[in-house]
């Protein structure tokens, strides 16, 4: 007959076990069906599910799918272990469709705004003097929904020079979009977006000029701010910096766009950002949209939320137009 107390010593040390790897593992996979698994069973990654408490993200380095712990996400991203997943883009749905045309005739072309960049230039047709803004685009690159929307805003009275930080590259599925974002080099992003002010300075010499940017372009559009002196920052789920001595460097009005259910850039991080513009006396708005989820103003994503996006679009352009005429 065994020995009950080294049954329960075995039992007790599994316990042990369990615990601690649930403690300081941030990882856990669905222990179910694991996402390689489904990706095998010939599940689409954007049908992959994950138990209660996971969410499914990418492995910044390999584009691999991994279940994770909600609260291991933030910390994850914030060290390039991982990155949102979203599903793969279709040029088909656009953004700009549900939002209204300004009263402006709108003409555009492409731009060589520095020595290796070529922008999408969108703005009225007439020869008055009008407010400039930098468009920065999400991790697809300067695709047709981003140059719809320089268009639309474009067509509220203002010169929009949408950038191009891929150098010509557009990706339409989240792996080429992952490898597009992990070749960009943040310093050259930052010349790059500067010599975008620049142009609009020396060609259009608008009295005031902001930025603008969503995703990926939302984190630069702070970027840009942190690096160049501008008269409105707008920022759409982007990255953020909470550190004072940094946001220090800004001036102007910000207004910030979020996503309560986002879980990469969460409310308590927003919060902090907050804090810490109102610590420093910058004037701000921050905006927190209740159930929706990171990129809900992408058209082409699962998180996609028109209510909110027309929402947040019409607060982008009163904030605008209360900073920048």
Do not use: M, R
């Given at each position: 007959m065994k020995n009950p107390l080294k049954i329960s010593h075995a039992i007790l040390l599994s316990l042990l076990v369990v615990l601690v790897s649930s403690l300081f593992i941030p990882i856990s996979i669905n222990a179910e069906i694991t996402p390689l698994k489904q990706l095998k069973q010939g599940i689409s990654p954007d049908k992959i599910t994950c138990t209660k408490g996971l969410q499914l993200v990418l492995k910044q380095t390999t584009g691999m799918p991994y279940c994770i712990k909600e609260y291991s996400i933030e910390k994850l991203i914030q060290r390039g272990w991982a990155i949102h997943f979203l599903s793969d883009y279709s040029d088909g749905n656009n953004n700009s469709k549900i939002f209204k045309i300004g009263k402006y005739e709108v003409q555009t072309e492409s731009v060589q705004y520095s020595d290796i960049s070529i922008g999408f230039l969108a703005r009225p047709v007439f020869e008055e003097s009008f407010p400039g803004v930098i468009m920065i685009h999400e991790w697809w690159g300067l695709n047709e929904n981003i140059k719809e929307m320089a268009k639309k805003l474009a067509s509220h009275g203002y010169v929009v020079l949408a950038v191009d930080l891929y150098g010509g590259q557009v990706a339409t599925t989240s792996d080429e979009a992952r490898n597009l974002m992990m070749s960009f080099d943040k310093n050259g992003g930052i010349k790059n977006m500067n010599s975008a002010v620049s142009y609009l300075e020396d060609h259009y010499s608008p009295?005031?000029?902001?930025?603008?940017?969503?995703?990926?372009?939302?984190?630069?559009?702070?970027?840009?701010?942190?690096?160049?002196?501008?008269?409105?920052?707008?920022?759409?789920?982007?990255?953020?910096?909470?550190?004072?001595?940094?946001?220090?460097?800004?001036?102007?009005?910000?207004?910030?766009?979020?996503?309560?259910?986002?879980?990469?850039?969460?409310?308590?991080?927003?919060?902090?950002?907050?804090?810490?513009?109102?610590?420093?006396?910058?004037?701000?708005?921050?905006?927190?949209?209740?159930?929706?989820?990171?990129?809900?103003a992408n058209p082409s994503g699962n998180s996609y939320a028109p209510n909110a996006s027309q929402d947040a679009w019409q607060k982008t352009l009163d904030f605008l137009n209360s900073n920048l005429k």
């Open positions: 009295v005031k000029i902001g930025s603008l940017g969503w995703c990926f372009g939302g984190g630069q559009s702070l970027n840009l701010a942190l690096n160049n002196k501008l008269d409105a920052t707008v920022i759409y789920y982007g990255s953020l910096v909470t550190d004072t001595k940094t946001l220090s460097a800004i001036t102007w009005p910000v207004l910030g766009i979020f996503a309560e259910l986002d879980k990469g850039i969460t409310v308590s991080t927003v919060h902090d950002f907050e804090n810490s513009l109102n610590q420093l006396k910058i004037n701000n708005k921050i905006i927190i949209y209740p159930g929706v989820d990171h990129a809900f």
